[in-house]
């Protein structure tokens, strides 16, 4: 059984930082993909960022270099740097992996509050 753990999520300043983590465990293989997204009360869940197994990254606009995504395929680990943060960036972000088979999966959810 697979389950996507995350932590780092918590409150901050506007300008501020924070350090989303993911561990995948139960998993013997590799994930094909790993990444993050979020939703906003009253908005629908959205792609923040993407690391696939060869190291590929991609990143939703409105992160406009601001977040930095990182991956390790031996761990199955997926982290999600991210900077000067606004308070539209306050939502509940999802960790989720894919395997190779096409199977997903994700994580609980964890809150990040930006205040301004």
């Known amino acids: 059984q697979v389950q996507l753990v995350e932590s780092g999520g918590g409150l901050v300043h506007s300008g501020g930082s924070l350090r989303l983590s993911c561990a995948a465990s139960?998993?013997?293989?590799?994930?094909?993909?790993m990444g993050w997204y979020r939703q906003a009360p009253g908005s629908q869940r959205a792609l923040v960022a993407f690391?696939?197994?060869?190291?590929?990254?991609n990143y939703a606009d409105f992160v406009e270099g601001r977040f930095t995504i990182s991956g390790d395929n031996v761990k199955n680990t997926v982290t999600l740097q991210m900077n000067s943060l606004n308070p539209e960036d306050t939502a509940v972000y999802y960790c989720?992996?894919?395997?190779?088979?096409?199977?997903?999966?994700w994580g609980q959810g964890t809150q990040v509050t930006v205040s301004s």
């Open positions: 989720y992996a894919i395997q190779w088979s096409g199977r997903e999966y």
């Open positions: 139960g998993s013997r293989v590799s994930m094909q993909n």
């Open positions: 690391i696939t197994y060869g190291g590929t990254t």
